[in-house]
């Protein structure tokens, strides 16, 4: 078996190292969104774990456990190029290899001390064109959700707790209950009372049976996907070409957030002479997702598990409750964002003789993000079903924000390869890595929207800020190299050498040696097995 490392392939029996393989029989087996679910459950010891329900988060790999208060992420290589894993069409990988311990890695220097996991994308075969299209419809509901207390046991062991803590007068006197229990039985259908002190408007403790998890997180969330590629060529020229669409709901039951992400990836391999391949790449995805501006916000996490069972989502008129959940997600605006993600690699494979091979390869990437969020005025509902002004979101906001990254990657390495007498085979590697990143963010804001129905910078007439600008500028270059021995596939031992320099560190701490060795016996390969 041959197996993807870094800056090259290898034969899996040839390698000390810890690396594991899936290819794509596997990975297509099972319905992903993104690659790091196709991963999860394939490679033992690698943890694939998703932190939230929103769509628009990816998953987390971890491959050596937690060893950092920051960031534990592996590093990930595209095709060569690092980059981003949401990036990868599930339906494109060929293969995907992790690159677990410090001997398997250590050919990458700094940029992996959690491990590196490669992803190998699919590309053209020489023969007629292979047109292959893929879909998947899938429904999602929430599980593990929290059982919570009914309404009338709920207001028994609160009062029980008041009178515990000294007080003689309870929450929920004698009327309260019994509006609760006539509510419960279907005596009465009104889901509050005005308010004892302030008549005009609606009591927020009414008498209904709320269960607030299943509010906001019941139902099930649609999403599909749809993938399309064509493939083929002649022994001297292959393509491989494909398009996927992916329309995701969120886990929200209110007003659900919503994914929709657009890709299209390309590659085309020619060899020019015998001893000249060229390869072209090119993978473009735009991400468009939008969700309740109160969903930005994580106290409305918190205020699920503190709302009463007996607050009602609805008054006895119909309009949702002024409470700091249903109204804000409903009227409180929209958080939009869009993303796009551009990649190409022009790579030039020149072979003078045989098993001697050249690698020359340019790396680009940019990334272009937008992102606008409106804050809108939130106003509550009286008795008389007139709208008046609460406690929250009285204000309306705009926010407008853009980013850009630039990042540029080149790689200039070469191997030979050399077997003798069947028996000892030795395969060398040098190469020389740099790359430049830049990033920029500007973000502003404006208060008091003209008509909410405009919600823009230009439409609002209020104060106006800005509230981010930032540039940040790094560079990194690295010499590195590796030796791979064996003595008939029995005895092996690797040795890699990376020499990295960053920008991140004072230039007399820039420079630093990353060095590794592993060795093997394989036992079934003895004579006396």
Do not use: C
Not at 321 to 345: E, K, V
Request: aromatic share 12%.
């Amino acid at each position: 078996q041959v197996v993807v490392i870094g800056y090259g392939t290898a034969k899996k029996s040839h390698l000390s190292g810890a690396v594991s393989s899936v290819g794509a029989k596997e990975l297509n087996g099972a319905v992903a969104t993104n690659a790091g679910t196709a991963l999860q459950g394939k490679i033992a010891g690698v943890s694939v774990t998703s932190t939230s329900g929103d769509p628009n988060e990816g998953m987390t790999i971890n491959v050596r456990g937690i060893s950092s208060l920051s960031s534990n992420d592996p590093l990930y290589v595209i095709d060569g190029s690092f980059g981003d894993l949401s990036m990868v069409d599930p339906s494109d990988i060929a293969s995907i290899e992790v690159l677990k311990d410090a001997a398997a890695s250590s050919i990458y220097g700094s940029r992996a001390p959690f491990g590196v996991v490669l992803i190998t994308t699919k590309k053209g075969k020489a023969g007629k064109a292979n047109i292959n299209y893929n879909n998947s419809f899938r429904w999602s509901e929430a599980i593990n959700l929290p059982d919570v207390a009914d309404a009338y046991t709920y207001a028994m062991y609160f009062n029980k707790m008041q009178l515990n803590d000294g007080k003689t007068a309870v929450q929920f006197d004698d009327t309260r209950l019994q509006a609760i229990k006539d509510y419960a039985s279907g005596t009465i259908t009104t889901t509050t009372q005005p308010n004892r002190n302030t008549p005009t408007i609606w009591d927020w403790i009414g008498n209904t049976n709320t269960d607030w998890y299943d509010v906001v997180f019941g139902g099930t969330a649609f999403s599909q996907e749809h993938s399309l590629s064509v493939s083929g060529g002649t022994e001297k020229i292959q393509y491989y070409f494909s398009g996927n669409y992916m329309g995701q709901e969120g886990m929200m039951a209110i007003r659900r957030d919503k994914l929709q992400r657009y890709s299209v990836s390309s590659k085309i391999n020619a060899q020019l002479y015998p001893w000249l391949n060229m390869n072209y790449s090119m993978k473009y995805m735009r991400k468009d997702y939008s969700k309740p501006t109160a969903m930005t916000d994580n106290t409305l996490y918190q205020n699920i598990a503190k709302r009463w069972p007996m607050e009602p989502t609805v008054d006895p008129n119909g309009y949702p409750m002024g409470n700091t959940i249903i109204r804000p997600i409903l009227y409180g605006g929209d958080n939009n964002s869009q993303t796009d993600w551009l990649y190409q690699q022009f790579q030039v494979v020149i072979e003078p003789i045989k098993d001697w091979k050249i690698f020359g390869e340019i790396n680009y990437k940019v990334i272009d993000a937008f992102t606008h969020t409106d804050y809108l005025k939130v106003p509550q509902m009286n008795v008389a079903g007139e709208p008046y002004s609460g406690d929250t979101w009285k204000t309306s906001k705009v926010t407008e924000g853009a980013e850009r990254t630039n990042y540029f990657n080149a790689n200039v390495y070469s191997e030979y390869y050399r077997s003798f007498a069947d028996a000892h085979h030795l395969k060398a590697m040098v190469g020389f890595q740099a790359e430049v990143n830049k990033w920029r963010q500007l973000q502003a804001s404006k208060l008091d929207l003209i008509s909410e129905s405009v919600p823009s910078i230009n439409a609002a007439t209020g104060e106006s800020t800005i509230d981010k600008s930032k540039l940040t500028h790094w560079a990194t270059a690295g010499f590195f190299g590796r030796l791979n021995y064996d003595y008939k596939e029995r005895y092996l031992l690797e040795v890699n050498l990376r020499y990295d320099g960053t920008s991140r560190f004072a230039k007399d701490k820039r420079w630093n040696l990353f060095p590794s060795f592993s060795a093997g016996w394989t036992v079934a390969r003895e004579a006396f097995m």
